[in-house]
């Protein structure tokens, strides 16, 4: 958590029936006894602002008024030895732990533009102490600035389970980076995670996007052209796969077609027509293809059983 959301959440007004732990020894009224710092108790009253006392009870019935600074709300305090995860993680260069590094988006799918990102996404390995530790591991590593994006390897390796399209590109662009051992061992199992998901995932997606880009067009009278030349080329890729079991990355062929979508040389009306066409070719080749209907799961776990054995000592 942040200093910011701290410094939020300290202003807050703390409602009534929130349990406390006071930050102080308090004195208890006409004795001359604490009760020490620690103390549980909860808010019976509110103040209005923070200037001002909450009136708080404590497990034995009595009354004290106590202010926002003396106090602090029992789950936070229970749980500040474990916010320091970041602390933690930050001795480790998680970064340097890239396994497999690709460039995908529109440079992978050949409809980049001199004014196009670059696009990177990839896989990292933490070492085994992390898992073993109490604070975890980030399920990914984030780089706004850089266009870049690293899932952790089991995350990935779910995330390519249920058919996730941006995953599943990773394992078929042609513009790799970073290649490992253990990674070039998963590309050689890529095939496993091609499955009839593909039908559902990428068609439910369509669906909503589309959804929401008619109702943009009623609201506001335009859309995200762009996004819409790219559900198209999913619909595109989705068919490809369970037509020939590989995902298709670059697009050349289609090529001119689709980048006059992003250009809006093509009316609303042409690309939702485009659009339904190719559902019904989908339904045609989900009804045909030979692709499972589940992925193999037993070999992604063996794959991930191995790779974290290989990260024991490291």
């Known amino acids: ?147 870049e994006c690293y899932w952790e390897i089991q995350k990935f390796l779910v995330l390519a389970l249920k058919a996730n399209p941006n995953v599943l590109e990773c394992l078929y662009t042609p513009l790799v980076e970073t290649l490992s051992l253990v990674a070039e061992e998963l590309l050689s199992l890529r095939e496993i995670f091609l499955s009839q998901l593909v039908y559902q995932t990428y068609n439910s997606y369509v669906l909503s996007q589309f959804k929401k880009m008619e109702q943009d067009l009623r609201n506001t009278g335009d859309i995200r052209w762009k996004h819409a030349m790219h559900l198209i080329r999913l619909l595109l890729s989705g068919i490809t796969v369970l037509k020939e079991g590989f995902v298709p990355v670059r697009v050349e062929n289609y090529r001119s077609q689709l980048l006059a979508i992003r250009d809006r040389e093509i009316s609303w009306e042409d690309v939702n027509q485009w659009r339904l066409n190719l559902h019904q070719e989908f339904d045609r080749a989900f009804s045909e293809t030979k692709l499972p209907e589940r992925p193999n799961y037993d070999r992604a776990n063996q794959f991930l059983i191995e790779a974290r054995r290989m990260v024991v000592n490291s």
Request: glycine fraction near 8%; charge should be positive.
């Open 1 to 147: 958590m942040t200093n910011s959301t701290f410094s939020s959440n300290f202003n807050l007004i703390l409602p009534a029936g929130t349990q406390i732990v006071t930050k102080i020894d308090v004195k208890k009224p006409g004795e001359n006894r604490f009760w020490k710092q620690g103390a549980v108790g909860v808010i019976v009253k509110s103040p209005t602002d923070n200037s001002h006392a909450y009136l708080v009870k404590l497990p034995d019935g009595t009354e004290v008024s106590l202010r926002r600074h003396e106090i602090s709300i029992r789950k936070q305090f229970q749980s500040e030895g474990l916010q320091l995860r970041g602390q933690f993680l930050a001795e480790y260069n998680l970064y340097d732990r890239v396994i497999y590094r690709c460039v995908v988006g529109s440079r992978a799918y050949g409809l980049d533009t001199d004014r196009s990102d670059t696009d990177i996404r990839g896989i990292y390995q933490a070492p085994a102490i992390l898992h073993w530790s109490l604070y975890g591991i980030p399920e990914q590593l984030e780089n706004k600035e850089n266009q």
